[in-house]
């Protein structure tokens, strides 16, 4: 629900102020700026203070950190519109205490981030990439058979997060006959999937782990080594969430040794860096950080955004709020 703000006066179109790295920008077709007044000082003259005073909208677009610093110089905020799923970039605590509104992508990407780790794990089963390149290579002719790939049908898949993107995945996974568990925050009493309490005994009872759950303090390097090990050598992880959610360290040295049998993964702990161990295995599939990108879902983006800020400027209930909790 947006602030309460008795004093409030409609302008035309609202000021709404940008904030994002000079690499991050609009995508093609933005609509925004047919209802708004975008305020973008990278590509206009310097904002003075006092109008950075007065801004009560904050457009964050990409994963550009809202830290106590950027707050303090933007004293009249109630609002942080986040253009991204995750929010683990955005100062909660702080927007909690200063009680600003933040909302995030809400389902925009979620199937095309589903698709994609569907993709990721039809890549790392049926070893897609490395048969490409065997092809591409000339050693088909040469050294005959390519080796075989798994079935996905009938594999015990565990969701980490039945969230939004997760729910998409198992809706997908489920007709392919595969059995789903997954672990959330909290056990959901909609869902008849089997629900575990931790992500060891999830992996315990998984061929598969799709990793897909916000990035948090709780869950950074939520898929250990703990949980590999319960996962097994034949385990396969696929992580479409924040790289952080997986320890790339211990990850790498299980491949390397061995005891997963593959990863696939749109994300990684210190992008764009990708360990040079993982470049070298044809059991792992790997992606730039695109899984929700899409011409599709950026059009999907700049509805749930500009109905938040319609939302936000007429005090009617927003349609993405996260909870800060």
């Known amino acids: 629900m947006a602030a309460e703000n008795p004093n409030f006066q409609n302008t035309d179109p609202p000021t709404v102020l940008v904030h994002r790295f000079p ?38 677009v990409g994963p550009v950190p809202v830290t106590p610093e950027t707050l303090n110089r933007l004293p009249s905020l109630q609002i942080i519109v986040g253009s991204s799923a995750g929010v683990d970039h955005i100062d909660l605590t702080e927007c909690r205490r200063r009680n600003i509104a933040v909302t995030n992508a809400g389902s925009a990407f979620s199937e095309d981030a589903a698709d994609y780790a569907v993709a990721l794990l039809f890549g790392v089963l049926r070893r897609l990439p490395a048969g490409d390149r065997y092809v591409r290579d000339g050693f088909w002719p040469v050294n005959g058979d390519f080796p075989l790939g798994f079935k996905l049908g009938a594999k015990r898949v565990g969701i980490l997060g039945l969230g939004s993107i997760g729910s998409e995945v198992a809706k997908r996974l489920a007709a392919f006959g595969c059995s789903i568990a997954y672990f959330s925050r909290k056990k959901k009493t909609s869902v008849l999937f089997p629900y575990y309490e931790n992500a060891i005994d999830l992996a315990a009872n998984s061929d598969i782990l799709i990793v897909c759950c916000a990035l948090n303090d709780e869950t950074r390097h939520i898929v250990n080594k703990d949980v590999m090990v319960a996962l097994g050598k034949e385990g396969v992880i696929i992580n479409v969430g924040r790289g952080p959610l997986v320890d790339e360290k211990q990850l790498v040295e299980f491949l390397v040794r061995g005891e997963l049998g593959g990863a696939g993964l749109d994300v990684f702990e210190n992008e764009p860096n990708v360990p040079k161990e993982l470049l070298e295995r044809d059991n792992v599939v790997l992606s730039p950080h695109c899984s929700v990108a899409t011409p599709e879902s950026f059009e999907a983006l700049q509805d749930v955004i500009i109905a938040n800020l319609k939302a936000f400027f007429s005090n009617k209930p927003l349609l993405s709020p996260v909870q800060k909790d």
């Open 23 to 60: 690499t991050f920008d609009f995508p093609p077709g933005n609509r925004l700026s047919t209802h708004f007044h975008l305020l973008d000082p990278i590509t206009s003259p310097p904002t003075s203070p006092v109008l950075l005073h007065s801004i009560r909208a904050l457009l964050c």
